[in-house]
């Protein structure tokens, strides 16, 4: 069964984004991944959903470098 992945856009500043994106990487999470997991800490049920997605996601990359 395929999954729908759908685009969700937030406006910031040029400097917060560039900050989250250094904090990203010094977690060794893409941005995204660390935004979902923000988002996983205020609701069960969005952390139960935040999980399954981070679980299922591929990785960034190509596969064949891994």
Do not use: C, F, H, Y
Not at 15 to 29: S, Y
Not at 38 to 66: H, N, S, Y
Request: proline share 5%; no cysteine.
């Amino acid at each position: 069964m395929s999954r729908k992945i759908v685009s969700m856009q937030i406006r910031v500043t040029d400097d917060l984004r560039e900050r989250a994106k250094k904090v990203a990487k010094q977690q060794n999470l893409t941005l995204s991944e660390l935004v979902l997991m923000l988002l996983a800490t205020t609701d069960k049920e969005l952390k139960k959903l935040v999980d399954k997605e981070l679980k299922e996601r591929p990785k960034p990359g190509r596969p064949w470098d891994k």
